[in-house]
């Protein structure tokens, strides 16, 4: 649940890695980070809070240099951690060397057990400074050892590392995570998505592959497949559904087309339909609810709007304000509810405590009958590849049966998109669907004493206040 | 355009103002301000910034008292003068009075020069200090006072005082800006919007009447009609077409309902419509796109995307990104647009410089033709009520025909709602046009020098720094 | 207990204003303000905290003009009310005019409640306002209804008034406070006292008299006397003994050989002196204990040493330190007081808690004997001319005999200066010696009705909060 | 130029810690951090700025654990690269540890490189975070680790490390930095200057010897000789003459008796002295310049007075006065000079600059004779123990004879004490001469090259940046 931006030979390298960072800010608010390479050395800034907050103009211009590696970090819980904040920043034997990434290890704990008997130390608790280790221990040059170290990793990564020579980019065999590559004039660009690269002023070249690792070095752009026969991609679907921006492509489909495609599958499976209104929970289920209108053939309704002023910096409001949150967030429109059978269209739902209040809120509003409309299958695992999802124990599909979920949620009625339909949206098997199936494709050896209930401590540990290590 | 908010007799005044306050956002974002009365003393703090903001938990708790008054202050040009943030607070013969203000007088300068020539000091340059002095001057008791200084002025108010002993909320004669009461238990609370009531957990009762002015005391609310017979009421018709929020109901009418009315009526003007879809600026053409579409029978589509991480906190993004606000702030959607012959849908145009902007991003996402609908008529005057409109240079409808304007744009065809379909779609003629006809409702002695051509010093001094009196 | 700048005809009139005030720090630290005039527009900034925090570099460049008024201003109890921050800044029939006041006023509270009787408003609880509007109420020119509205005022002042084309300088006619004219080439230049004078690279010319009217235009000083006879100066002589910087001259005396000059009068009243050595507190007891050590033969010793880090910055340290603030900022050298007899040397004692800390404190280090010398007679009356003393009943000295004082401290023995020491020291009689004889030069109106225990309610209430009115 | 802390088994570790921070804040204003364990796990806090500034009332609560370390450092050249702030915080296989450390390495880098040529990653520029790659590379128990590690290690240390379980305290074989060991109730404590241990309410035991290990575990405290036979004590004459605070013992010695002894020597060494008055620099020559005096029978005078209001917090100042800095801080009386032949006593010199601007502000206030007195020998060599002395070429005495340094300053004498001198009054031979004398008691090896010149490169560099590794 992060966003990572590179550029290389830019004269204005981190201008325009800030300006990318800005299109990602959705996949990352906590903190929010920019290193450039400049004669030889590495420096930059990582700081708490939203992309604007971070880089005041005066800190921006002083990160100078021709490449750029930067970062989004996703606001986990309690963490105002700065120490873990990214990109990453070491000094090795290959030289200084900085880090961003975006997914989640799965044996990163396992490897650091080994690598602290061997003497190393960690100063943070991510699992990316693994990754830094094992390169430090392999002869370079630096791609190589890149590489090396990549191949003693499971799990989901797209990275981006800089040097003071090189920008190297890499995708895990299996593509959980997006990246993308394109240019700016002649200068080489990544990106997790294509609005970022379109953001900077860039154009969309290609994604970068699946086991795909790609050299910028002095102008030119060179393609490693450092990982033999790769396994058939599992990319994580659900950057479609609800992650990713409606105006990036992800794995080559059109986002904001994917989501009109899954309302229209939904509609299909829940034919034929008597509602007055479709409603969409803003913002991520508006696509749905246009491709569910058009083609169930009832009234498409803004019937509840979002406020843009919540929860969108980093001063934290009123406690008053926080006990409400989701009331802030988005209000009913009474005119447009009072008295209406709606279909409320939602793109998941992972603990049903936010939908129930919205329900609620509805309700309140004078609707008459709420039948909710998923475009997801229910979530029945936790993602350990990089969404940010809890426990098992709290996913409200993994407790009960889809009508205890339903009563909890308050609704007439509450269906779910198949897996077929999910599938047939989609147009590919190529995708990961561990959250609706409980299929990991991989290893998760950190957290298999966890299955399948996950234990919290069995990952590095969260700090709980601003630097601490357990 | 600013908001205000009052409450009386409740045991967290302040805290509900603040909630009242926040769904009143979008109508001011500069700064913002709650004074309460406790025990005699009337005490509070005014802030630049969001509510978020310039409220921290710590400051808003105390805040203490039965009765509160709010106001957000919409940003003007280089203002961060805290020093005229409201609501303003004085002491006079009456005991302490606080007064929060939402709309611009008329004749204010004309009557602080007046008052200055008797030996009255100013320390702000909002207009609002004007009607404290008048106040100041006549016998109580507070309402009577109120209502004396009330009628030497000219021009739009909706306006709340507070007393240590009472609350009092007032609309002129002819209405012009927005103000409701409602209940919140057996409080009285006030506000200029009904999402506001609504976000304090109250209940909506009705709006104060234009030339109504009522009194809390001791848990009595008085309704007087101090102004004798009243003209027919002028209300801002821009409130419905873009300011107010969609989810309020407006002057009796749900703002949202009026927006789909209004692209209906545009529809039925333009008919018949031949076009692919139907796309709206977000977020205010969302709604009038959607009634476009309907009768329209043109396919709707989400095809340009809003950030919501651009322009909503108070520390100012780096220079590089201000350079380039419009792109950051929407971003089209290619899949959807590419090759298509679209009709853009938004509320009005004020300089022509945002929608020339956005049409150019769309014609580089590769649209094939705009015809751009415009939900209102040509802007060819300058507002004196209260909404910040340049002056009648800058508005390109005033400069040339809409031939002009439509190239200046760069768009295939521009239509705009006639005048009739404006009626229609409000249902009713007691609202003002004047900036649509230059029929200005009332004598405007401040600017009556100024016109045609409105001059900016004609108006009590905007400061250029944070503190300045020219 | 503030300070005062005032200059004219220079090019950076408010960066010398800044070193000014910077010199004038120890006479004020809760806020401070600059305003300039620039073409025919007085503009500037008033804030909370030290002037160094107030006055970061990018506001200070933007307060442009060639004349200027500033002010800090001392930290009242529970006060950060900006509104009260000066110079205050009106706009008035005279056009806009700024005022910086050191004193207090004791008839404001009589005339603003005349003056709101008559229509006038308040936007502060500072008795300068009161001044303000005296002035609007007569007749040009502003040097002539400076002078009337003077004659008006009883009390303790220093003025500085800034209007676009003048600099007014005034004092009262009694001389309580001070305030000395320099030149800047030939620049004038006004400040409180002559250190700040040398600050902004000035020499220092005469003091403006008791009872002077200095009016600065087109670059010529004029020196009026509007008040008539004159009484007998009664100069604040706590300005001599604690307040005013040791590298001043006030009221034409040096400070720093004043204070050398107490210690040496009251070694002469406590001859024959037995101790082994002379111990200051610091840094005001400096002076005085070399000048005791001197006459006495005893010798002198730092035996109390001050941090350098309590107390100067605005952001409050953590609770853990504000319970013990004398040990933070004190602390003795054990070696240098273990087993000895010490005179204890402090410029005066006013509750005496802080005393009886610092003799604890002294105690533990292993003093053996500690006869306290005070260099000023027992204070026993409250201040009405701008020394922040408390109220009578919490005058240690007033509430019992020295020796009740001695046991309280818990000192061996406990001397003061006497009043004919006091006046030998400062060779004249034109000092105010209220403070210690309870005989009030002038009429203090506002607080009679609080004789001889000063009522906090009969003044303009400071603010509790940071805005407020009662 | 630090200061360290150490406390264990009490219930407010923190808060104590804190206090003692506060004491040693001369140590360094850069940062400041307190690292506390607590169930198992270190946490706490870094930030730049002073402690008060560092450490807010919430923050220090939530540092909770019955032990802790901490840490002030010194502003270093540019510097506000906060990802250097100590206590340094590592997880390792002996679990997390964390260090605080005063003093400097001189074989840092080459250890740095050895490391990295094993695998080794680095996050910070600091020297010691070489110490912890070392121990981690150990067998426990971690104190055999950590002796093992600074067996390895040349230079100057006093250090604190941090365990879940343990507070282990060293100094090193030749005892360049002092450390001492107090007890608060039955806790332990440490602290650099004994001024903090009194100031944590605690009662000085002993120092720690040169050489010695002592480990708190389980409320016992144990003392190793890790080293074998350790070389005749180094410790740091600069403590004694400038650094330390003069209410605190060092090296066994008062350092404010020392101070006296110093002036006392210098009067001796230039009797017979002709002079009106003796002026210290405050506040450090204060003491030499009272022992001067003593001697010497010549009047003591506080001729210039330091500012307590600049330089002292975190917020820089407007760049008019950081262009005079010297001029603020310092302010002379002319009416204690002028026309006075002056010995003017300071502790030492460097470069030159500042006493040259001290020497023309006296002359300007109208001395008659400058007669310059410094308390130690020529300051010939830079130091690699720890003192922030610059390079080589920019010592002024180190440029030319001591004539061309008298002429530089712009005075009528310039005296040095002799190096017997400063021997008489410390008492005792084992101290550290190195910048007097340029004879280093130790290998320096990362700085060899650099000999006699000094280059800035060869250490671990600076971060110009915020973060940055070259």
Chains 1, 2, 3, 4 share one sequence.
Not at 56 to 70: K, S, T
Not at 319 to 326: A, E, H, Y
Not at 329 to 340: D, M, Q, T
Not at 355 to 375: D, F, Q, T, Y
Request: with cysteine; net charge positive; aromatic share 6%.
């Amino acid at each position: 649940m992060c966003g990572i931006i590179g550029i290389a030979d830019h004269q204005h390298a981190a201008q325009k890695a800030y300006l990318g960072l800005f299109a990602l800010q959705h996949r990352g608010q906590e903190a929010a980070g920019i290193i450039a390479a400049d004669r030889g050395r590495l420096a930059g800034r990582t700081a708490l809070g939203l992309v604007a907050e971070a880089f005041p103009d005066r800190v921006l211009r002083e990160i100078r240099g021709r490449a750029a590696v930067a970062h989004v970090r996703y606001a986990t819980a309690g963490g105002s951690d700065l120490v873990n904040a990214q990109p990453l920043l070491f000094e090795t034997v290959h030289g200084p060397i900085a880090i961003a990434h975006n997914g989640t290890l799965t044996n990163a704990l396992h490897l650091r057990r080994k690598l602290e008997s061997q003497g190393a130390i960690f100063r943070t608790s991510a699992d990316s400074e693994v990754i830094v280790h094992l390169i430090a221990r392999l002869p370079g040059p630096i791609e190589g050892a890149i590489a090396g170290a990549l191949k003693q990793i499971d799990g989901a990564y797209s990275l981006i590392f800089l040097t003071p020579g090189k920008l190297i980019a890499v995708r895990d065999p299996r593509g959980f995570r997006p990246l993308c590559v394109g240019r700016l004039g002649r200068a080489p660009v990544f990106a997790s998505e294509t609005n970022a690269i379109h953001q900077m002023g860039a154009r969309f070249v290609r994604e970068v592959e699946p086991g795909e690792l790609v050299v910028v070095h002095d102008g030119r752009l060179r393609s490693l497949k450092p990982f033999g026969p790769l396994p058939a991609p599992t990319q994580c679907v659900f950057e479609e559904i609800y992650f990713a921006r409606p105006d990036s492509r992800v794995f080559g489909l059109s986002v904001q087309a994917t989501r009109r495609a899954l309302g229209r599958e939904l509609a299909r499976e829940m034919a034929p339909v008597k509602a007055d209104v479709v409603v969409p929970v803003p913002d991520s289920g508006v696509p749905a609810a246009l491709g569910f209108s058009r083609e169930s053939g009832v009234d498409f309704e803004m019937g509840i709007v979002r406020s843009h002023y919540i929860g969108r910096t980093f001063i934290q409001p009123a406690q008053v304000l926080r006990d409400n949150s989701v009331n802030l967030k988005l209000s009913p429109i009474p005119e447009a509810l009072r008295g209406k059978r709606i279909i409320l269209i939602d793109d998941s739902i992972v603990r049903g405590t936010t939908s129930r209040r919205i329900c609620r809120m509805l309700r309140r509003a004078g609707v008459a009958e709420i039948h909710m409309a998923i475009c997801s299958p229910p979530i029945v695992s936790s993602c350990y590849y990089g969404i940010d999802t809890p426990r098992r124990e709290e996913l409200i599909a993994a407790r009960g049966p889809v009508e205890a979920t339903r009563r909890f949620i308050g609704v007439d009625s509450l269906t779910y998109l198949s897996t077929e339909g999910l599938l047939r949206a989609v147009g590919s098997r190529d995708f990961c669907l561990a959250c609706f199936t409980g299929r990991y494709p991989t290893r998760i050896m950190d957290f298999e004493a966890a299955l399948p209930s996950r234990v919290k401590t069995a990952r590095p540990a969260a700090a709980k206040s601003p630097m601490g290590v357990a």
